[in-house]
């Protein structure tokens, strides 16, 4: 067994599809299936079922998936042990962020970062399904680092720390027959038409789960990528919003109010996966983050 086996065997487990793993590792895609079907005889079991639409682990595969993870990672870190040994820390980091982040100034944090390791690369992506795309991401080994704003019951198998917190509230426009209300309440806007993010966006899950509680499922009628643009769809009057209080404009165009007995709050943090310890270079970026001690939800769910 190589360690070039192992590379593609997670890879493919990964992605599921021969032909992005292949590109993700920028090798040909028939060296990869030799490469898997060289690991599978020699561990003399079957990793993926394989048919013409869909790759799947096996029971053997998904078996073999932490170890093989857990091989590479090892690998990686004695590298870049010997490598910041020789000459600074060297590595890359793959990070995935929401569009646009209000409470946390990434561009500034990733300057620092740059002047401290300037030999380590970073990667930055988003996520088409907002904050739970990124936390599968993290979770399958697609991402070693995420930015994202999640309840902490959606938090399994990451280890996170919660960097800011904000309450939620409701954005109507002027002639809103509540827009005067010193607050109104989740109830008040059951019948309404609302503007939000993207299904698996983490403030549209959070939303969406309280109104399945009071049993009123509500109508989503626009559905934009971007938290921040949400207001502008209000203030033209095409639907009522309830979203987390992130630097929201307050302007005579928009009625901001707070939520009536509510206890909705936007948790937002960085997380890693647990299943796999993090390399030098991500924790590196890690310590730049504030507060500086990481909490496991899955430890505290047990406490």
Do not use: C
Not at 40 to 50: P, S, V, Y
Not at 155 to 160: A, D, E, K, N, R
Request: hydrophobic fraction near 45%; aromatic fraction near 6%; charge should be negative.
């Amino acid at each position: 067994m190589d360690l070039k086996q192992l590379e593609y065997f997670v890879a493919v487990a990964e992605e599921l599809n021969f032909t992005r793993a292949a590109e993700r590792l920028y090798a040909v895609q028939s060296t990869v299936s030799s490469g898997i079907r060289s690991l599978e005889a020699e561990l003399k079991a079957t990793l993926f079922d394989r048919s013409t639409r869909q790759v799947s682990l096996t029971a053997a595969g998904r078996a073999f998936l932490p170890e093989a993870r857990a091989t590479l990672a090892a690998l990686e870190r004695a590298r870049e042990s010997v490598q910041e040994a020789e000459g600074g820390l060297r590595g890359s980091v793959r990070i995935g962020t929401l569009t646009r982040i209000p409470v946390v100034d990434l561009p500034a944090l990733f300057r620092a970062f740059r002047a401290r390791y300037p030999l380590v690369d970073l990667h930055v992506t988003a996520s088409p399904t907002g904050s739970t795309g990124l936390a599968d991401d993290v979770r399958q080994g697609r991402l070693d680092i995420a930015v994202l704003g999640l309840p902490r019951t959606d938090l399994v198998g990451l280890s996170v720390r919660e960097l800011a917190s904000r309450p939620y509230v409701a954005l109507l426009s002027p002639d809103h027959p509540l827009a005067t209300a010193q607050a109104v309440g989740l109830e008040d806007l059951a019948g309404e038409v609302f503007i939000d993010t993207l299904p698996g966006f983490g403030n549209r899950v959070e939303v969406d789960r309280a109104y399945a509680t009071l049993g009123t499922p509500r109508r989503v009628a626009i559905e934009v990528a971007d938290l921040t643009t949400v207001p502008d769809y209000v203030r033209a009057d095409l639907g009522v919003a309830v979203v987390p209080d992130v630097a929201l404009p307050r302007s005579p165009g928009l009625a901001v109010l707070p939520l009536r007995n509510s206890d909705l709050t936007w948790q937002f943090s960085v997380a890693t996966a647990t299943a796999t310890a993090p390399s030098r270079a991500t924790r590196a970026l890690l310590d730049l983050f504030d507060p500086p001690h990481p909490q496991n939800p899955d430890n505290e769910a047990t406490a």
